[in-house]
Structures are given as structure tokens and as C-alpha cells.
């Protein structure tokens, strides 16, 4: 076959284009993937699911405006729905990094689903019976459609990324539940504090990614908000007074997501704000998770050597040099995948803030990082809950023996003996490696510690009140 077998001529503004004969795209994506050879990556799912749902919907709506046709709006309606379940995606080929605005993402879309319904009319690809720019891109500009399909692909995989943050909620708290009779030693600035239960540190970790699931989904409501209808500059140049409200509904109705009209389109087109706002929610999360998958590390750390009041499931080998070593690998991945998304939230902050008067030229970036930050966590938050968190068991033992070593728990004896006494006394415990309460016991024996209240020597009977009640206050303490 000759080369000239493999290609097809089109032509647009600028001239010919050579595009391969059977490719749904065209001259405009050709000449993107030309001029933009920079990351090899390609288009979310979410991002080509959502530019075709905006132009299988305008199809509808102009249809039922008797802008275009039955046969028309048919055939880009069957196309566009064939890519919203997943046909056609290795046609959709334009790299993220590429011109401003998102022209080359529209223009692909534009392209496959005008070249797909050419061929359900009978054409071939490049004959274009039905046109890219006059019918699929009727009543949209880039500068609409991108802002919009940025909010629904965001919409589209939320119910997904939300279920995998309770999923791990859930875990946590079984985990709270069944560490909640362990008494450990507290820390705070990595040193020894007041007992806690173990149950109560896996039960805070889980409100945390609570509170954080709560904040994703109001930042999400947001997103909601459509700016479709404004066209080029949000004042609606060349779309039917009804098409904004109208657009709206055929979405709601083919996407099933709840979704609002605009009360400003100019502003819906201009401001990334609503996509910032839940870059950072996730961002928020990040942080969280972070935190922690720090804190599992310290737990499970040792063991010999280290707390090991937590072992982490052996998932596999941690070492080529050291036999036996089982390293902390899905904590370790958890934070790579979140300092990931904090760097995919960072992009946004600063493309968000880089638009200019009635558009923002840096929404591919965002598109690709709010998408890519979606992607991230559902997966490494699911690996975490499945291959981590659901096999973490206690070792009660070690928790019980830090627990007996901790000098601090003087603290409960302060309200009888001072702040003072109770720095010296734990001055003594740590310099003769010797229990507080033994050496409580041992002091109130020989008269030689005062109760401040009473200025009379502190009895043993005190002091064993004294720690009973501490760990009935530990044991009793609220769940959180």
C-alpha cells in the first residue's frame, strides 16, 4: 500500500492537512498533535465523556428549535452517545499541554463525532455530511464548552471518589471499634503525653476523613453551576435566547447529575473559582491522609527498634539486600499519590488565577489536573483501604509496655502533688529507668511526698487511687 493509501487530504483555514484515512479526527486535531508533541499523555476519560455529552445535548436542543434536522441532530446524538460509553476514545489524541483555552480538545470532539455521524449517513471520513463546526459546534464556543464539560466530568466521577473516601471512613472506624480497649501511651511533639486508647487515635483519623468527605462534596455543589449558552465572551453571541435553560435540563436529563443554570455567564466563563475551590477541597484531604499514613508509619515502626504498636499487612518483600524486612509499601504509596494531588492542586491555584477578562486561557491544565487528581486518589485511597487498612491488627503487648514506661503519666498525680514535684519526680523516673508509679509508691512510703492540699505525706492508697482512676478515665473516655 503507497503511502498517499493511508491518508486522506482536508483542508481548513490555514490549508491542507494530511490526516490518516481512517481516523475520525480531522485537519484541526492533526495539526494539534503536530504542534504539540509535549507529554504523550492523552485526554481523562471524564474530559471526552463530557465534551460529548455537552454536544449530544445541543444536538437534542437544536433539534428541538428546528436548528438542525431530525437526520442531523439523530446522527450526532448516536455518536455522541456511542463515546459517552466509551467507543471511539483512541481517536480523541490531543495532549494536554496544548492551545490556550482548550480550541484543539473542542475541535477533536468537534471532529470524531462530525466524522462518526458522517459514516451513520452513509459517508465516508473527511466527507463531512455532517460539519464539525457549523452542526456539532452549533451554539458553543471553546470558551463555554470547556468550563462546562470541566464541571461535569469533575461531577461525573464524584459519587465514585466520595464512596471510596467512606469506604475508607468505614474501615477506620471498625478499626476504632476494635482497638478501643487498648491503652497506649499518648505523644505529642513525638514525646511521651497522657494515655489515650488506640481506639480513639483510629477513631479521630476517622472523622478527620469525614469531615474531609463533607468538604468535597459542598465544594462540588459548585460545580453545578453551568455557564453553557455564553459562548465566546458569555454574552451568547449566536445561541437561541432559550438555549442556555434548555441546556441545562437535556444534560440533567442525560447525565442524571443535578445541575443549575448560571445567574451570571459572564462570570461563569471568566472565574475558575468553583473549580479552585474543589481543587482545594481534595487538596484538603491530601493533607489529611498524608498526616495519616505518617502516623501509620510511626505506629508500625521497628520492630525491634522502633513503637510497633500497629503491624501493617506484609504485602511483600522490603528489601534486595535484607532478608526478612517488610517495609510500610502502601502508607509509603499513599504519600506519593497525595503529594501528587497537592502538586495537581498547585497547578490549578495558579492557572486559576492566571485568566484574563472574559476568558481563562489555562483550562486544558486544570481539566487535566482536577481530572488526574480524581484519578490518583480514588485509586491510591482504595489500594490503602483494601491492601492496608482493613488487615492493621494491635500489638497490644508493646502498647501496654511504652504505657508502663511513660514517665509523664505523673501528670495525673499534679492535682495532689504540684507541678513541680511531678517535673522532679519525672526527672528521677527517667534517670533511674524506673516506673512513675513505682517511684511514687516508693517516695510515699518513706513520708517523702507531700499532698499540696493537705501539706501531709501522700499515701501509697492515694497514689493507687490516683492511677486506678486514670485508667478508668482512659477506659471510660468518649469514643471520637
Not at 16 to 21: A, C, L, S
Not at 225 to 245: D, F, K, Q, V, W
Request: net charge negative.
Amino acid at each position: 500500500m503507497s503511502n498517499n493509501d493511508s491518508i486522506r487530504i482536508e483542508k481548513d483555514s490555514l490549508g491542507e492537512v494530511r490526516v490518516p484515512k481512517n481516523a475520525l479526527y480531522g485537519a484541526q486535531t492533526q495539526r494539534a498533535v503536530h504542534n504539540f508533541p509535549v507529554s504523550n499523555l492523552k485526554p481523562y476519560p471524564a474530559f471526552i465523556w463530557s465534551m460529548a455529552a455537552i454536544k449530544t445535548a445541543a444536538a437534542q436542543v437544536h433539534e428541538k428549535l428546528n436548528l438542525l434536522d431530525k437526520k442531523q441532530a439523530g446522527a450526532i446524538s448516536q455518536a455522541g452517545k456511542e463515546i459517552m460509553a466509551g467507543q471511539w476514545h483512541e481517536f480523541f489524541v490531543v495532549d494536554p499541554f496544548q492551545a490556550g483555552a482548550g480550541t484543539s480538545h473542542n475541535m477533536n470532539t468537534n471532529e470524531v463525532m462530525a466524522n462518526r455521524a458522517t459514516i451513520i449517513l452513509g459517508g465516508n471520513p473527511g466527507s463531512y455530511l455532517i460539519h464539525p463546526n457549523d452542526h456539532v459546534n452549533m451554539s458553543q464556543s471553546t470558551n463555554d464548552t470547556i468550563p462546562t464539560a470541566i464541571r461535569l466530568g469533575c461531577l461525573w466521577r464524584l459519587d465514585e471518589l466520595v464512596s471510596t473516601i467512606d469506604s475508607l471512613q468505614k474501615a477506620l472506624e471498625k478499626k476504632a471499634q476494635e482497638f478501643d480497649n487498648i491503652i497506649k501511651s499518648g505523644r505529642t511533639h513525638l514525646q511521651d503525653a497522657v494515655p489515650v486508647r488506640l481506639g480513639q487515635e483510629f477513631g479521630a483519623y476517622a472523622r478527620a476523613v469525614e469531615r474531609d468527605k463533607e468538604r468535597i462534596i459542598r465544594a462540588a455543589e459548585g460545580l453545578r453551576r453551568l455557564g453553557i449558552g455564553g459562548t465566546a465572551t458569555g454574552s451568547g453571541l449566536n445561541a437561541h435566547p432559550e438555549y442556555h435553560p434548555m441546556m441545562v435540563n437535556e444534560l440533567e436529563a442525560l447525565t442524571g447529575l443535578q445541575l443549575y443554570t448560571s445567574d451570571n455567564l459572564f462570570e461563569s466563563m471568566q472565574s475558575m473559582a468553583d473549580m479552585a475551590d474543589f481543587s482545594a477541597s481534595m487538596r484538603t484531604l491530601a493533607l489529611t491522609l498524608t498526616r495519616i499514613a505518617n502516623d501509620f508509619r510511626l505506629l508500625a515502626s521497628g520492630p525491634a527498634t522502633g513503637l510497633d504498636e500497629i503491624h501493617l499487612p506484609p504485602v511483600q518483600p522490603g528489601s534486595s539486600i535484607m532478608p526478612g524486612k517488610v517495609n510500610p509499601v502502601l502508607a509509603e504509596m499513599l504519600n506519593m499519590a497525595m503529594f501528587h494531588c497537592i502538586g495537581n492542586d498547585t497547578t490549578v491555584a495558579l492557572a486559576a488565577q492566571a485568566g484574563q477578562l472574559e476568558l481563562n486561557v489555562m483550562m486544558p491544565i486544570i481539566a487535566h489536573n482536577l481530572f488526574e487528581m480524581m484519578q490518583v486518589m480514588i485509586g491510591s485511597i482504595s489500594a490503602f483501604t483494601q491492601k492496608c487498612v482493613v488487615g492493621i491488627t494491635a500489638n497490644e503487648e508493646k502498647a501496654t509496655g511504652w504505657l508502663e514506661k511513660n514517665a509523664i503519666l505523673v501528670t495525673a498525680l499534679n492535682p495532689l502533688i504540684g507541678y513541680q514535684a511531678g517535673a522532679d519526680l519525672v526527672k528521677e523516673s527517667i534517670a533511674k529507668n524506673e516506673s512513675i508509679r513505682s517511684l511514687a509508691v516508693e517516695k510515699a512510703k518513706q513520708s517523702s511526698l507531700i499532698n499540696k492540699n493537705t501539706q501531709q505525706p501522700l499515701t501509697v492508697a492515694e497514689i493507687d487511687t490516683v492511677f486506678d482512676d486514670l485508667r478508668k478515665f482512659t477506659e471510660g473516655g468518649i469514643l471520637t
